[in-house]
């Protein structure tokens, strides 16, 4: 290790220093290098109609002059005109709806606007840049999950501009709507910051969401403009009218000047190691987490204030603890300045890391993508960005997070060992210079839309009227099944519901409130985990780690929503294993291309945690496994999938005893794939392979959403089935291994373990596909 340096680093200097790190090897780490070049910033004159306080009170806080796009989206807004503002990170997306809602509330001062963030984090910075405006007569205060109950009415009649989440939104001010009247009907402004982030089923109810609030604002009297922000996105007014069901104009030209990035991609060396039986030495690639940790802690000692983003929580602290160690080993002490940043912590534990963060007592943090939205984050130098985040909308706005100052950063995404992964480190043409991805969101989602009725009927009587608002004929249908099932009454003035509680809807699709981890010596409660992710990551028996601690679970309640752990350091890891079930309820639409069908539709999947594995956590070498007794999960959703004729695998060349492993492994790959078209992420979407399946009757592979009623995933799949499977193709082609591996066919959530799969054989089956696609 190397002494800490007193300066940071400049991009260049630091990727030569952290590549240094492996030169021994023989073999550079990095496959490609992209320098993003700066870009001179197109400053314009103040708008007339700009309150001439705001703008002095701007001018005194160093803005002199708005930038192009600011100044064009906050005229659309003015106006009246509701607008979406997508551009690149770093852009002052914020001064472009800040302009037209501070100076309506300072020249009207009956008006009030609502602020929506999909991070509390998010809120919180916005309250902060505010607040530091000073300005008479706004009062500004946030209104979420962490507002003490006695502070809620205060917001509630006092602030004029009330910072929030959807989740507030569906849980708190719409079902108390009437407590909110006078707030409501003097609502000029919605703020929907970061819209980019509504997608899949929690987008689909989020619209859901923001039609609640456009009614309940209606019936007083108000009709808000809506103004929101978002990450450069393909078709965002598309995206944006779809979310909040109204005609939204985009503003997507950026006028802020930026700082030049070099981009390097990163693969992990192989190593040497012996395989299972102990009778071959193979290699296998040096795991994301580690070569992060080390990348961090190399980072730290050249005096670089870094932030690396993590996909998962347990990853999250897993690099934290490495680079911790690493660092206190080359400086005793310096450790200290790293941490871990997730959700699931407690407030105070976000608070403070916040704090130390922007204050530099912290020069480094290991982050999942809790801080990826548009936290004001001063002064990073660099990026680590450890496994692709499944989509190029993510991987920019993680990117953009160094350099805010205007100068040079530098941002390396560090490959895991996956299909998607390794095929972008090799294929760079398909990260720089493509446009990104649509959001997918489908508010017609018949388990989005039929909850989200309940709930509108809740706060006031579905009528007539409402029907255009909530999807017409869609909305329709679905009141209609509501009503004959007894959840809503029809009466000539509308529909009403029907129980004396409020509706259980959960935005998130998590299936229900978070199961707590409570520290069974101390009664402590450590954080939380969503209920679907609670039966692989809080199981008897699991591995669990909350800033840096490792902890084993002693019982997982689901009845009581409790997880019981104590303190423990083992020389093992733990992942679950499941298994899944798949039959075919419908079939949408198809294609018949000779030997091969493509098919969209609806399907019924249940599946059920088994066992776990343990591994040592230095070899990876499998310890034991250890069976589960956990309640079967079933789900109703929409699937992609293809068959191919026995008779054209063969003509292929590929046995009748290699169908099953063939099938497999273009299955595992195609998953691996999929979110290089669509906006999902390996964990959104489940896969099924069989030789013969009972409902197609033919050697069949299925890729279906993991949400109920699905969230857009399947059809993008769907619509763009033959770029997919080529892109599937070319990872498992190019991958150097001999039989298959993590970086082509092998999945990390595979409930088979990984068994059987046929490398060469999954190839013969996407070019039989592929060919008959043609």
Known sequence: MQAVTSTALDPAELLHRLRARTAQSGESPITHIEQVPAREGRPVDWP?????????TLAAHGVERPWSHQAAAATLANSGTHAVLATGTASGKSLGYQLPVLTRLLTDERATALYISPAKALAADQLRAVTRLGLDGIRPATYDGDTAREERDWVRQNSRLILTNPDMLHHSLLPGHQRWAQFLRRLSYVVIDECHAYRGVFGSHVAHVVR???????????????????????????????????????????????????????????????????????QVRRSALSETADLLTDSVLAGTRTLAFIRSRRGAEV???????????????????????RAGYLRDDRRAIERS??????????????????VDLVGLDAVLICGYPGTRASLWQQAGRAGRAGGEALAV??????????????????????????????????????????????????????LPLFGGDAAQAALDGLTASGALRKRPSGWYWTHRGRPE???????????????????????????????????????????????????????????????????????????????VVSVRSYVDAGPVGLFLGEVDVT??????????????????????????????????????SPRALEAAGISPADFPGALHAAEHAGIGLLPLIATCDRWDIGGLSTANHIDTEAPTVFVYDGHPGG??????????????????RSAIVSCVCESGCPSCVQSPKCGNGNNPLHKPGAVQVLDVVLQALA
Request: charged share 20%.
């Open 212 to 282: 609640r609030l456009r009614r309940a604002a209606a019936r007083y009297g108000g009709s808000p403009t809506f103004v929101l922000a978002s990450a450069t996105s393909g078709d965002p007014g598309l995206t944006a009218s779809r979310l909040v069901g109204l005609p939204v104009s985009p503003v997507t030209e950026d006028g802020s000047p930026r700082g030049a990035v070099t981009f390097a991609l990163w693969e992990p060396p192989l190593l040497p190691d012996i395989s299972d039986d102990g009778s071959d030495m193979i």
């Open 413 to 466: 995404l560090i490959a895991r060992d996956d299909p998607l992964d390794t095929y972008l480190v090799h294929h760079p043409s398909a990260l720089f210079g493509r446009p990104v991805e649509a959001t997918v969101l489908d508010p017609s989602n018949p388990y989005v839309l039929g909850p989200q009725l309940c709930c509108a009927a809740s706060e006031a009587p579905i009528t007539l009227a409402d």
């Open 711 to 728: 969230a857009g995933f399947a059809e993008r799949a769907y619509e763009s089935a033959s770029e997919w499977l080529r892109a599937t």
């Open 319 to 341: 690099v934290a603890s490495i680079a911790r160690r690493s660092l206190n080993d080359a400086v005793p002490g310096l450790g200290s300045r790293v941490a871990a940043y």
């Open 357 to 374: 963060l922007l204050s530099g007592e912290l020069l480094a943090l290991a982050s999942t993508n809790a801080l990826e939205l548009g």
């Open 607 to 644: 599946s059920q945690v088994v066992s776990y594995q343990r591994r040592r956590i230095a070899t990876g070498e499998v310890i034991d496994t250890r069976p589960l007794d956990l309640p079967i999960r079933e789900l109703r959703t929409v699937a992609v999938w293809f068959t191919v």
């Open 48 to 56: 007339s109609w700009v309150s001439p306080a705001l703008i002095d």
């Open 505 to 583: 809807v959960d935005l998130r699709g998590t299936g229900g409130g978070p199961v707590q981890v409570v520290e069974a010596p101390t009664g402590r409660l450590l954080g939380t985990v969503d209920p679907e992710s609670s039966h692989s990551m809080l199981h008897t028996g699991a591995v669990y780690l909350h800033q840096g601690v490792t902890y084993v679970v002693d019982d997982l309640d689901l009845e009581d929503a409790i997880a019981l752990v104590h303190p423990e350091e083992p020389e093992w890891t733990t992942q679950a294993r499941d298994v899944i079930d798949l039959s």
